[in-house]
């Protein structure tokens, strides 16, 4: 079937769907199950076929054209301007207009066009600035023109009414913004934008803005007007929108769903986000990064979760329309690069290298990576710049050949040194703009070059291969050879050849050099590593070569070896402070250590400095002090700000921060160039031992919440009530504002405080996220939608700190607030049983939404109780749990149809929060009679209620009515289930057959 169909079993491995199919039919123990599951498999492979890849759109496209008319075919089944200017889009996003029959499209197009000029959505329709503006952009995309522009002109001219500047969609229709944005997009493909009865409506369309313009960031709570509004203020220069486009940007921004991504239709409902609410959005944002009189350093469109934004489209449905708005979307968006693999290659070179004379040709492919399909649509250029040499420009030809972009050969001749090439790939994109991917790509124009290298061990003679671990002692012997395109051996010319010996900083510990104009033998090097007192990581021998004449080096290489040793933080000092156990916040904290290796374990060796001062320095060697809490978790991270030989000195000021109010351990890495960070053992000179106590630090505060601009009132609090605290948290002792973490612990929360019976404790903790205001004061802001999970009854909010360990810290002026909550619940319930006459089992399902007042409460953790009833006498059925998704409440459970009884079936809903809390209490009460029964020397019952038996008076309950089935089929359900199955069969060849 999946043959058939050209399904991929592929896209059944991304869901894990085949492991269940296959898993579920091998151990299915009859030919009905069997059936069924087949059933499901063609099901699975229908539905996640239609979502097979972001791209199968793309990849079909030309299976969208309709072969009567040359049109491109809708969800509807029907050509249309809008699907074949969708069709088009993605063959100019994708460079793949070769696949389309471009003749039958125009004529298809020109079909559309009606006898005022104006073009309808269909050839029987009449005209319409929509489809207007689709077939002029559709059309352009073919690389031709309407049949008369001017008068295309004149017919959109005659939909606009001069008093307001607005269009209409139709003549006689009302004007409105969205055929305006139409129009004026329209006009642009034209080319008439600076016609003067264009310009005489933009005053007008200007006020019209300014009437509806809300606040100063949005023109509507409706995503697609506010888009089509932009589309008009940044055609007419707005300024609202071109003074601060920033503003505008923000409020889209703001219209994102945090965990798909997708963006809201309405900023004000917010219900549900959608397709073309995100299009519109990201186009919007597309625009204003457009009209930014000061463009920002990142764009307004990569400034939003594109990951969750495309994680959401790659799996709709592959119609015209749904991709269509999917990929643009994606499109305006840094990210869209990522959906092609861009090599950029000089053909001729060897890897990095290019040898000097060789003819090298710039090769460029772009391929879409759903299906590696070429994209052909770019228009190439590079830029070639040459050590020394004039900059020269040239052009890519696309080669079907090759699939990929070509340009002319470029010679290297007597040229040395790196060579730069810029490729630049444009696609311009009717009704957009140009998509631009800038390629660099660097080599070097030199020689070939090979480097054998030995390694022994003085002590033992056994050698060592490249990249193991050297001693102390090591002798390293290396032959160079050189090779150019006439010379396999090239070891006497016009060159000089240098030998580095580098730590793993890349500090040169060592160099030497070779003349090649007097050099009369084969080149070679000799060294012995000598000191430990460098420190632990790669050792390199690296190799140059240049010209002699400016000294360009144009060829290297290099040989590593691993130089493994212990390291040390020697001599540290708290330099001009005695007790470290009381600093001030905002006070600047000076330590100093000497790096130091401890090859033995015995002897100290301070690291030498480096050779060459010209070349580097000892800040080269990068160290940092680490600071931790008691437990060991990082804090904070301080590069050394100074070095002199193996002393570093690290200056810093932590910031006023809760992560920092507990005892801060000190210790010092080393970081290498490549490889893992080295841990320095703290080391005290004055007994040669390594410390095995923390050297800490501390400060000293008395800290309180100050400045609270908003907190609840006390009193009854109702479930779905927003409880919002806003407070700065201050250090009298040194007067300075402290700051938390974003969640997590050092951090401000807002808790929820009881007292039960006599017993004290924290239901909630919400941690308060520190916010920044214009003037750029911190104030920690904690948010707390009151949910049908919290206490219900009297209670305490109040406001705690915490450290990096989450360890309460000292706070005065905590604002305890008591409240009582709780409200009345109203429940809106869906019930209905079913039960499947060719099985054996009874389903019975209740769905429902529960309210307080006019809020819907989500996330409630509930469980139902489920009896049976009839007339007075009730039993006991099951307790379950009840599944939550956005506000919806499900309870379901199956019963046999023989067992399951005809009539009234109650659940009592009860919240998981009062069941534990029972709970707790009757643990308690029976530990208090446990004690009293052991003190007056009594037997311990036997047995005691479980904690499935604890009973709490339900928040609500529904009745479900169930009459049991009295028939049976006159049909076996295989014979049911045969037939089912080929009519899918059937449907989906059909559907098919249809697509193609």
Not at 96 to 115: F, H, P, Q, T
Not at 617 to 631: I, M, Q, Y
Not at 644 to 666: D, V
Not at 765 to 780: E, F, L, N, Q, R
Request: hydrophobic share 40%.
């Amino acid at each position: 079937i999946t043959h058939h169909l050209s399904l991929s079993f592929v896209d059944l491995f991304n869901y894990h769907i085949h492991h269940i199919i296959i898993w579920g039919y091998m151990i299915a123990n009859s030919m009905k199950t069997k059936i069924y599951i087949l059933i499901l498999s063609v099901l699975f492979c229908s539905v996640f076929s239609q979502r097979a890849g972001f791209g199968q759109a793309v990849q079909t496209l030309s299976g969208f054209q309709a072969t009567e008319d040359g049109g491109f075919v809708g969800a509807d089944g029907t050509s249309s301007a809008r699907a074949t200017a969708d069709a088009l889009l993605l063959a100019s996003l994708y460079g793949v207009k070769s696949r389309v029959d471009s003749e039958s499209a125009i004529k298809y197009l020109r079909s559309l066009e009606n006898s005022d000029y104006g073009y309808g959505q269909t050839a029987d329709l009449p005209s319409d600035i929509e489809s207007t503006r689709q077939a002029l952009i559709a059309l352009e995309a073919l690389g031709v023109k309407t049949s008369n522009p001017s008068k295309t002109e004149a017919y959109i001219q005659s939909l606009a009414d001069k008093s307001s500047g607005l269009f209409a969609n139709r003549v006689g229709d009302k004007p409105n913004i969205e055929s305006t944005a139409f129009a004026l997009q329209a006009l642009k493909i034209l080319g008439d934008l600076e016609d003067r009865w264009v310009v005489d409506l933009i005053p007008r369309l200007n006020d019209y803005l300014g009437s509806i313009l809300v606040g100063d960031s949005a023109f509507s709570a409706d995503t697609s007007e506010n888009y089509y509004a932009i589309v008009v203020g940044a055609i007419t220069g707005f300024d609202a929108i071109t003074s601060d486009p920033l503003k505008f940007a923000q409020h889209v921004g703001s219209l994102q769903h945090p965990q798909n991504g997708l963006f809201y239709d309405n900023a004000v409902t917010r219900a549900q986000p959608s397709l073309v609410a995100s299009c519109d959005a990201m186009l919007s944002l597309y625009i204003l990064d457009g009209v930014a009189r000061n463009p920002p350093s990142r764009r307004y469109t990569d400034a939003v979760n594109v990951n969750n934004l495309r994680n959401s489209l790659r799996y709709l449905s592959p119609d015209l329309s749904t991709a269509a708005h999917a990929h643009l979307a994606l499109a305006v968006t840094r990210a869209f690069k990522d959906n092609f693999q861009v090599v950029a290659s000089l053909h001729g070179a060897e890897q990095d290298t290019v040898l000097e004379g060789t003819d090298v040709t710039p090769l460029v492919s772009v391929l879409f990576r759903d299906g590696n399909v070429p994209h052909e649509g770019f228009s190439v250029s590079s830029r070639s710049l040459f050590h020394g040499a004039a900059e020269t420009a040239g052009k890519l030809k696309y080669s079907k050949e090759n699939r990929g972009y070509i340009g002319e050969v470029i010679s290297t001749l007597g040229k040395y040194g790196p060579v730069q090439v810029l490729y630049s790939l444009v696609n311009h994109i009717p009704g957009l703009g140009s998509i631009v991917f800038d390629i660099p790509e660097t080599k070097s124009v030199g020689y070939g070059i090979e480097v054998k290298s030995t390694a022994f061990v003085d002590q033992t003679g056994r050698e060592v291969k490249e990249g193991e671990t050297v001693t102390v002692g090591t002798t390293f012997d290396f032959s160079v050879t050189l090779r150019t395109l006439q010379n396999a051996d090239y070891f006497s010319g016009d060159f000089i050849v240098t030998f580095s010996v580098l730590d793993a900083s890349n500090v040169v510990i060592q160099q030497e050099t070779i003349d090649g104009a007097t050099n009369k033998k084969p080149i070679a090097f000799h060294y012995t590593l000598q000191t430990p007192a460098i420190p632990s990581g790669s050792l390199s021998f690296a190799f140059d070569v240049s010209t002699k004449d400016g000294g360009v080096r144009h060829t290297s290489k290099s040989v590593v070896y691993q130089y493994s040793t212990s390291m040390l933080a020697s001599h540290i000092s708290f330099e001009g402070k005695k007790d470290i156990s009381s600093f001030k916040l905002g006070e600047t904290i000076k330590v100093t250590m000497e790096a130091a290796t401890y090859p033995d374990l015995h002897n100290v060796y301070p690291l030498d400095a480096p050779l060459f001062s010209d070349l580097s320095t000892s800040l080269d060697r990068h160290f940092f002090l680490d600071v931790r809490s008691p437990a060991g978790t990082l804090i904070q991270s301080y590069p050394a700000t100074s070095a002199t030989g193996a002393k570093y000195t690290f200056k810093f000021t932590p910031e006023p921060h809760l992560k920092f109010l507990n005892k801060n351990a000190i210790s010092f890495r080393y970081k290498p160039v490549n490889g893992a960070d080295v841990e320095l053992d703290n080391y005290d000179a004055t007994s040669d031992e390594v410390m095995e106590e923390e050297i800490e630090f501390a400060y000293k505060t008395d800290l309180h919440v100050v400045d609270v601009q908003e907190k609840p009132a006390e009193g009854a609090l109702a479930f779905g009530s927003d409880v919002v605290f806003r407070f700065k948290i201050q250090d009298k002792v040194s007067g300075m504002n402290v700051v938390g973490s974003n969640g997590s612990y050092a951090a401000a929360y807002l808790t929820l405080q009881h007292n039960d019976e006599g017993r004290s404790y924290t239901s909630l903790s919400i941690p308060a996220h520190p916010t920044s205001t214009i003037k750029g004061d911190v104030y920690h802001v904690a948010r707390w939608t009151v949910n049908p999970n919290a206490y219900n009854g009297d209670s305490v909010l109040t406001i705690v700190a915490k450290d990096s360990e989450g360890k309460t810290i000292p706070l005065k002026e905590t604002q305890a607030i008591k409240v009582n909550i709780g409200g009345d619940i109203t429940v809106k319930e869906e019930v209905f049983t079913t039960s499947s006459l060719d099985t054996t089992h009874a389903a019975f399902v209740a769905e429902l939404g529960i309210m307080s007042g006019n809020r819907s409460l989500e996330n409630a953790n509930l469980r139902a109780r489920v009896t049976y009833v009839e007339g007075r006498k009730q039993e006991h059925i099951a307790t379950i749990p009840v599944a939550h998704n956005k506000g919806r409440y499900t309870v379901s459970w199956i019963a046999s149809l023989v067992g399951a009884r005809s009539g009234d079936y109650k659940l009592d809903f009860f919240r998981e929060v009062d069941r534990v809390r029972a709970l707790e209490k009757q643990n308690a009460n029976e530990l208090k009679l446990k004690k009293e029964r052991q003190a007056k020397g009594e037997v311990e019952p036997s047995s005691s209620p479980s904690p499935s038996e604890v009973v709490v008076e339900p928040i609500f309950s529904v009745t479900l009515p169930y009459t049991a089935p009295v028939t049976a089929l006159p049909v076996k359900a295989e014979f049911i289930a045969l037939i089912f199955f080929g009519s899918v069969v059937g449907w989906l060849i059909s559907q098919r057959t249809n697509l193609k």
